[in-house]
């Protein structure tokens, strides 16, 4: 078994920043990508950013230049840094593992979702 937990979400003003964390813990044997999604209520569940095992990362347009992921390997955690908040960044932001486990087994793992809102 696999959890990722989130951490860090909560309530800001526009303009604001926050700092989401997830940490991956259990049957771990190595973690491939790690990733950010968010969705909104009605809406399909939306890529933020990704981070690669050797650091490489990659950002959805209306994140670049705002966002930044960074991940942790040896603590198998990743984070976000969230600058200059909009309301439109308002979702439940979900973190997600790609996993090799010690039962030899690969799969995709997310988290139970953090709450954003980012008031006007």
């Known amino acids: 078994q696999v959890q990722l937990v989130e951490s860090g979400g909560g309530l800001v003003q526009t303009g604001g920043s926050l700092r989401l964390s997830c940490a991956a813990s259990?049957?771990?044997?190595?973690?491939?990508?790690m990733a950010w999604y968010r969705q909104v209520p009605g809406k399909y569940r939306e890529l933020v950013a990704t981070?690669?095992?050797?650091?490489?990362?990659n950002y959805a347009d209306s994140m670049k230049g705002r966002f930044t992921v960074c991940r942790d390997s040896a603590k198998n955690t990743v984070h976000l840094q969230m600058n200059s908040l909009k309301p439109e960044d308002t979702a439940v932001y979900y973190c997600?593992?790609?996993?090799?486990?010690?039962?030899?087994?690969?799969?995709?793992?997310w988290g139970q979702g953090t709450q954003v809102t980012v008031s006007s």
């Open positions: 259990g049957s771990i044997f190595r973690i491939t990508a």
């Open positions: 997600y593992a790609n996993v090799y486990t010690t039962e030899q087994t690969v799969g995709d793992y």
């Open positions: 981070i690669t095992s050797g650091g490489s990362t």
